[in-house]
């Protein structure tokens, strides 16, 4: 699949990675931490291993130990060989309690919440979210926290959207529904392009009041409707041209994707067409800190991770979906999409 270079100001502008690694990186310090006080190192300084074989071992948990270890091998304190995670020189000169090179006193001073959230994950395989409370709940319980995350997702998702809506040929389509749209972000820019298109964004009650007023300035509302509820419980609108999912399914595990992409294949017309946006983390980009380091970031903060393309395929064909493709469009960021079978 080709996406067209696409057209205007939006198409040429640079792109956000820089941005994307600066952020990521709050979670470097974090994760070599808590490997530290884990005693990840010397253990596998000993024995090197698999992640799943290291959390049988350690009596951690599978999920959090692999999305600690592939970050720390993208990090250079780990290198992968036949499968199995092996201290880099540098780890064995620096990361092994008892050498005489040994940080750990020096990584200490760096202990804070975050290094307590991936200790979390790591030894429970359950998100940290806020001080151990649901993310979402949060954000449904206290307004300050979801308004936050509503406009810092605006924030992140402008340019990729602007980008996604300059390259991609909705020319034929009339109806379009994100789902988790947040405050409506891709939706809106695909409407302004799309002057026959009609979108529906679903999303939790919390981002109403921000989704509303950016409707109203952006003079979309009459094109792009709201439907707040539970994305889970609620219906989904059917006979849709096209279904988004805009860095939603890396907020979940297998068995709540697999839920949400059922309830996508029936909300699509016949010859509709699921699009999910969203990092998709390839063999050169299990080398970068900055995409492995959002992996662990989705899981301490959701439960999530991000999944690769082949992940991606299994969990759509076992929802009815056929035809899987994948396109770089935006920095980090691939527009994978699938038809129903
Ligand atoms: C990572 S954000 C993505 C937002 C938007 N798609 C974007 O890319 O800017 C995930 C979104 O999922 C929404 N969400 C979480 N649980 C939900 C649920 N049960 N029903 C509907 N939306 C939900 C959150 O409120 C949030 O807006």
Redesign the pocket.
């Known amino acids: 699949m080709t996406l067209p270079p696409g057209t205007g100001a939006d198409a040429v502008a640079p792109d956000d990675r820089l941005l994307m690694d600066t952020f990521m990186s709050q979670y470097r310090l974090p994760a070599v931490v808590a490997a530290d006080r884990l005693g990840l190192f010397p253990a596998l300084g000993g024995t090197p291993a698999s992640a799943e074989e290291l959390a049988r071992a350690r009596g951690l948990d599978p999920h959090g130990t692999a999305v600690l270890l592939e970050f720390l091998a993208a990090l250079g304190h780990l290198a992968v060989h036949g499968g199995r995670y092996h201290l880099t020189p540098s780890a064995h000169a620096f990361l092994l309690p008892g050498s005489a090179r040994y940080w750990g006193p020096m990584l200490g001073l760096g202990w804070d919440e975050r290094c307590a959230a991936v200790r979390h994950l790591v030894t429970t395989g359950a998100p940290h979210g806020y001080r151990g409370k649901g993310i979402?709940e949060t954000?449904e319980e206290s307004p300050r926290h979801g308004v936050q995350?509503?406009r810092a997702?605006?924030a992140?998702?402008a340019a990729p959207?602007a980008v996604l809506a300059a390259r991609l040929d909705l020319a034929g389509c009339a109806s379009l529904l994100?789902?988790?749209?947040?405050v409506g972000?891709?939706a809106m820019a695909l409407a302004r392009r799309n002057p026959r298109l009609k979108a529906t964004v679903?999303?939790?009650p919390?981002?109403e009041r921000e989704a509303k007023a950016l409707l109203e300035d952006a003079e979309l509302a009459d094109r792009v409707a709201l439907r707040t509820?539970?994305?889970?419980t609620d219906p989904w609108p059917d006979d849709q041209d096209r279904v988004l999912l805009?860095?939603?399914l890396s907020?979940w595990d297998d068995e709540h994707c697999r839920a949400l992409l059922e309830h996508a294949r029936t909300s699509l017309a016949a010859d509709g067409l699921l699009l999910i946006?969203q990092v998709l983390p390839d063999d050169a980009a299990r080398l970068s800190p900055t995409v492995t380091g959002y992996s662990l970031a989705l899981a301490v903060m959701t439960g999530g991770r991000l999944r690769t393309l082949p992940e991606l395929t299994a969990l759509l064909t076992a929802a009815g979906f056929t035809d899987c493709a994948t396109v770089p469009v935006y920095g980090h960021y691939a527009l994978v999409t699938a038809r129903p079978a």
Request: aromatic share 14%; glycine share 10%.
């Open positions: 979402w954000h995350f509503a997702m605006h992140h998702s959207a994100e789902v988790a749209g947040g972000t891709f679903m999303d939790l919390i981002v509820g539970d994305m889970f805009a860095d939603v907020d946006h």
